[in-house]
């Protein structure tokens, strides 16, 4: 049942994970391209995104806020997950590499199945807030550096 459990969790982490980054707009505004402000792609691949909360409750051991997202480029997104064995031992998976696709400025689109989106609702140097949504189902993530 823990091992069912455990896989559930690192099929939801994952899922989150690869709908957490965004791609650059090949089209840019002039607004955005005099500004000297980094567009959301860009603030999404300035490193590693720890997931502090999940309004579900997952991540909420010390050994789970450890699983981050990390966009590496355009259209990859790596996803590290841990889990408690439940003897003690904080352990990690192993690292997904997914393929993402940017909808504009503020949607990840998870380039696979199932089909996921994440929306970003907030995203600072230091914070990120997504809401992870199949069409049917949200959950919001909150992730910090």
Known sequence: MKVLQHTLKLAMIAIVLVFTSCSKDDSVSE??????E?????????GQW??????????????????????????????????DDGELNCLADPIRNISY??????????????????????????????????GMNSRTIHLSK
């Open 31 to 36: 607004d955005n391209a005099a500004s000297d």
């Open 38 to 46: 980094p567009t959301n792609h860009e603030l999404l691949m300035t």
């Open 50 to 83: 720890y997931i502090q909360s999940t309004s579900d409750g997952g991540n909420s051991t010390d050994c789970e806020r450890q699983a981050y997202l990390q966009f590496i480029d355009e259209d990859t997104l790596l996803i590290q997950g841990y889990y």
């Open 101 to 134: 696709e940017m909808d504009g400025d503020d949607t990840i689109n998870y380039v696979g199945d199932p089909t996921f989106q994440l929306i970003i609702e907030y995203i600072s140097i230091t914070q990120l807030v997504l809401r992870q949504t199949d």
